[in-house]
């Protein structure tokens, strides 16, 4: 069940990096930002997801490729990146992960504790805090478990639904995330790093920074009755299948002395 719960969470992480751009920042004019003023520009960048500007400021953008005549086919970026494609039509999947990249920065809030800065280059502290992403995501694997649970047989086609959930509008995980009090929030410091180009300071997106500011959503570190529930359940399930074949084996084995009866019948 451990290696289901890790596939379930890989399922999730899949889709959290894929964001849509919009809404609009406020940003320091540039040649004249502060490593600080950058990353206050950033973070308010994610909070109204306004990609533009966190492009503009951040080293996320890693390069293009083209077609034969020079037209871009495809863009490569550190996070966001589906969403960031060249295209002309914003489908189904883009509102959907529009959706969920508003559920993942819109409660962002931060503060930048200390600024060293040398020559070209500064680290800057910072304090992330943000929803409990984890905590949605165990109690959305726990959902996904109970479903099983409750369902007929061993609850295969109860898992079928939930992946194509996942796949497609992602409203269980969604509702998840919107079931989270204002209280379950978690704090990260973290350090980042910055540096001067192009007359203006960007900062480094490294994934420490993309886990602290998305919430942690892959850590399976849920809170102790998270976890006792999740492990209740892989039981109950694991039960269930065992019972499960048993009767399939049964019933099997019924199945078979009536062919073996009918076809004695056939030619009797």
């Not at 990096?17 to 930002?33: I, R, S």
């Not at 109204?48 to 077609?67: A, G, H, P, V």
């Not at 959305?140 to 369902?151: D, P, Q």
């Not at 490294?206 to 006792?228: C, K, L, N, R, T």
Request: with cysteine; hydrophobic share 40%; net charge negative.
């Amino acid at each position: 069940m451990a290696k289901k719960r890790t596939f379930f969470i890989l399922l999730i992480i899949g889709s959290l990096f894929l964001c849509a751009c919009g809404g609009t920042a406020a940003t320091p004019k540039d040649g004249l930002n502060s490593p600080e003023a950058a990353a206050e520009c950033v973070m308010n960048s994610l909070k109204t997801m306004d990609l533009d500007t966190f492009n503009k400021y951040t080293d996320n953008y890693i390069s293009t490729q083209r077609n034969f005549i020079g037209i871009p086919k495809s863009r490569e970026y550190r996070v966001f990146n589906e969403l960031l494609q060249p295209a002309l039509f914003k489908g189904k999947h883009y509102k959907r992960n529009y959706r969920l990249s508003q559920r993942f920065t819109q409660n962002l809030s931060w503060e930048i504790t200390d600024v060293r800065e040398s020559d070209k280059n500064a680290e800057i502290d910072i304090k992330i805090t943000n929803l409990d992403m984890s905590l949605a995501t165990g109690n959305y694997i726990a959902s996904i478990f109970e479903n099983m649970s409750e369902s007929e047989g061993i609850g295969i086609g109860s898992l079928i639904r939930d992946m194509l959930d996942l796949a497609g509008n992602m409203d269980g995980f969604l509702s998840a995330i919107d079931s989270l009090d204002s209280g379950d929030t978690c704090t990260i410091a973290v350090t980042l790093s910055a540096f001067y180009k192009d007359g203006k300071w960007k900062l480094h997106v490294s994934d420490e920074f993309i886990h602290a500011f998305m919430g942690y959503p892959d850590s399976e570190e849920y809170p102790e009755e998270v976890i006792q529930k999740i492990e209740a359940l892989e039981v109950e399930i694991e039960n269930k299948a065992e019972d499960w074949a048993e009767d399939f084996e049964n019933r099997a084995d019924t199945w078979a002395e009536e062919f073996e009866d009918r076809m004695e019948g056939l030619f009797d």
